[in-house]
């Protein structure tokens, strides 16, 4: 689809769910918006950089189906958990936060710190149940406070209900944080639409960006009820006026901001945005599921340890072998970059990947299972 427009290690690159390939344009996207700035244009270098961050937003935008005014630049997922989560209204009664045993571990860590301040975590069992919206019912109950939901798992690479979880969310005043970071690039969203009020993500998976250009987007009523206690001068609602004694927040999602942000990573990730904007999450979508059924196709069904439920699934795969050492090295030989979970492989799909490169993974791995 695009494969001669990013560097490609190896002859076979499965790796996007970990760190999607960089983009050709990557160095001259970090050049107009970081470096060539610092070097030309002394005291007005603040203009092009935060030019950089607002290009960020607003390629990101279409990507996530949002406004680009309700996107706030973060460092890392993370830090945007902690942010939200510290920023809620206090609401008598509403003690409980509502996560899933398959949720990425930094996500439960942060989450955990809310025990502090009084919050119970709530864990949901993890599997292919949580594709089913009742799976979910204890995360609207009249004592919950929020509910975080994986749009889709790491490991198994299933895909929540999530439409669903933010409608009975929203209908039992529930709060929702949507991380996004294994779907957005490759799995259609529609933030604006869902009624969802918070999302979290990060650029480095199917945005091809690499490192540090997370983000974190917030519904405008969300936001307007929420008070972080991380902040900075870049939370104020005018930065610049530079008053130590006066502190107003931002409106919308950049009162989530704190202080002064990183300019090079969210430079840098235009390269990528602008290659998945010129195709639409949409046609990626198809392509990438084209290209799973493909591989579900060429192996036993009792293969995956993930999921392989068309309609249930996003972009990746865990495929169970006989030995996993022996066959990453037949895999490694056959230049198939992928990575290892519960000793097994697991690859994933993108724009870059064609049926060749499934065709070259099916005859390596058939031997092993």
């Given at each position: 689809m695009e494969a001669d427009k990013f560097y490609l290690p190896g002859k076979h690159y499965f790796l996007s769910h970990s760190v999607g390939a960089q983009p050709r344009s990557?160095?001259?996207?970090?050049?107009?918006?970081?470096?060539?700035?610092?070097?030309?244009?002394?005291?007005?270098?603040?203009?092009?950089?935060?030019?950089?961050?607002?290009?960020f937003r607003?390629?990101?935008?279409?990507?996530?189906?949002?406004?680009?005014?309700?996107?706030?630049?973060?460092l890392n997922v993370s830090s945007g958990v902690a942010k939200i989560m510290l920023g809620l209204?206090?609401?008598p009664g509403r003690t409980k936060?509502?996560?899933?045993?398959?949720?990425?571990?930094?996500?439960?860590?942060?989450?955990?710190?809310?025990?502090?301040?009084?919050?119970?975590?709530?864990?949901?069992?993890g599997g292919e149940s949580l594709a089913d919206p009742d799976a979910w019912a204890p995360a609207f109950q009249d004592d919950v406070q929020l509910v975080l939901a994986t749009q889709v798992f790491s490991n198994t690479s299933v895909l929540s209900p999530y439409a669903e979880i933010a409608k009975r969310a929203r209908e039992r005043g529930v709060f929702t944080i949507f991380d996004v970071a294994q779907s957005a690039?490759?799995?259609?969203?529609?933030?604006n639409e869902w009624g969802v009020d918070f999302a979290v993500g990060t650029s480095l998976k199917y945005l091809c960006a690499g490192t540090g250009a997370a983000y974190l987007w917030a519904?405008?009523?969300?936001?307007?009820?929420?008070?972080?206690?991380?902040?900075?001068?870049?939370?104020?609602?005018e930065p610049f006026e530079l008053d130590i004694h006066h502190f107003k927040f931002a409106k919308g999602a950049m009162r989530f901001m704190g202080g002064t942000p990183s300019i090079a990573p969210f430079a840098g990730a235009s390269a990528g945005q602008e290659i998945l904007n010129t195709h639409g999450v949409d046609a990626i979508f198809e392509h990438n599921q084209g290209l799973l059924t493909r591989l579900f196709a060429g192996l036993p069904e009792e293969a995956f340890l993930s999921t392989t439920k068309e309609g249930a699934r996003g972009s990746a795969a865990l495929i169970k072998v006989r030995d996993y050492d022996s066959a990453a090295a037949a895999l490694k030989e056959a230049g198939i970059i992928h990575d290892t979970r519960k000793g097994a492989t697991r690859v994933s799909v993108h724009l870059y990947n064609d049926d060749n490169d499934i065709d070259a993974l099916v005859?390596?791995?058939?031997?092993?299972?």
């Open positions: 990557h160095e001259a996207a970090l050049a107009r918006g970081w470096t060539d700035p610092w070097r030309t244009d002394g005291a007005d270098v603040w203009g092009p950089w935060f030019d950089a961050l607002d290009r607003n390629g990101l935008a279409p990507l996530i189906g949002a406004h680009a005014d309700d996107i706030c630049p973060q209204p206090e609401r936060i509502v996560l899933t045993e398959d949720d990425f571990p930094t996500i439960g860590f942060a989450l955990a710190q809310a025990e502090r301040a009084g919050y119970e975590l709530v864990f949901l069992p690039g490759a799995i259609p969203l529609q933030l519904s405008k009523e969300a936001a307007a009820q929420c008070k972080p206690m991380d902040v900075g001068w870049f939370s104020h609602a005859g390596v791995l058939r031997d092993f299972i």
